[in-house]
Nanobody
Framework: QVQLVESGGGLVQAGGSLRLSCAAS????????MGWFRQAPGKEREFVSG????????YYADSVKGRFTISRDNAKNTVYLQMNSVKPEDTAIYYC???????????????????????WGQGTQVTVSS
């Protein structure tokens, strides 16, 4: 089983930036579609961003589009979430997730569903102060 470990969270002022990283153990990282989700206290987990196996396709929730950028480096077994112009409403625990299924094709709706993903990291806290 692949293990996912998030890092890079912390306290940041509104309008600032930070980059989250998700490091994956295993040998077949390039075959996994990856996603970022977040969950605020008392709220349901919500989709943030997704990326295809090669990195050629990316997907974003409307709430973060234009501010966040997802990327991956398959040689380093790592996926990133660059967060710019952060807002207090971005405060949440951020989780990375991996889809290890052999599905050939995937659409934006596929990436946005938490049920798509088989493996989850333990999360990293992001707190945005005003």
């Amino acid at each position: 089983q692949v293990q996912l470990v998030e890092s890079g969270g912390g306290l940041v002022q509104a309008g600032g930036s930070l980059r989250l990283s998700c490091a994956a153990s295993g040998r077949t990282f390039s075959s996994y579609r990856m996603g970022w989700f977040r969950q605020a206290p008392g709220k349901e987990r919500e989709f943030v961003s997704g990326i295809s196996r090669s990195g050629s396709s990316t997907y974003y929730a409307d709430s973060v589009k234009g501010r966040f950028t997802i990327s991956r480096d398959n040689a380093k077994n790592t996926v990133y979430l660059q967060m710019n112009s952060v807002k207090p409403e971005d405060t949440a625990i951020y989780y990375c997730a991996a889809d290890v299924s052999p599905r050939t094709i995937a659409t934006s709706s596929y990436y946005s569903q938490s049920g798509t993903y088989d493996l989850w990291g333990q999360g990293t806290q992001v707190t945005v102060s005003s």
